[in-house]
């Protein structure tokens, strides 16, 4: 797979959603991230982990449906985690802040 292609998988597993993210989440796969997860999102009876470990670039908008997302969790009362973050990706994380919403 071209690393720069976005993909995501679903695996809905009995006790929690899982999504893995691949290639690059910026303002072009934002429309193909917001159809897949947005309706998980909503899903309060199940946790919703994010998994990035095959994440190569992320930009502010990745960033911002990262923040919305962890929102609308909260509102919920749902479990939300993004688990596997690249060192890359960690280290934008800290730069702009949102590191502290989402701890290793």
Known sequence: MDQKQFRLVH?????????????ELDLAAAE???HTVEPLAGDASKPLVLRLEDL??????GIG??????K???????????ENVPTKVRR?????????????
């Open 56 to 61: 190569t670039y992320i930009d502010s908008t």
């Open 32 to 34: 193909q991230f917001q």
């Open 72 to 82: 609308t969790r909260h509102q919920l009362g749902a479990p939300f985690a993004i």
């Open 92 to 104: 934008l994380f800290d730069l702009t802040g949102v590191s502290y919403f989402f701890p290793k």
């Open 11 to 23: 695996d809905e597993q009995p006790d929690r959603h899982v999504v893995y993210i691949k290639g």
């Open 65 to 70: 449906m990262f923040v919305a997302l962890l």
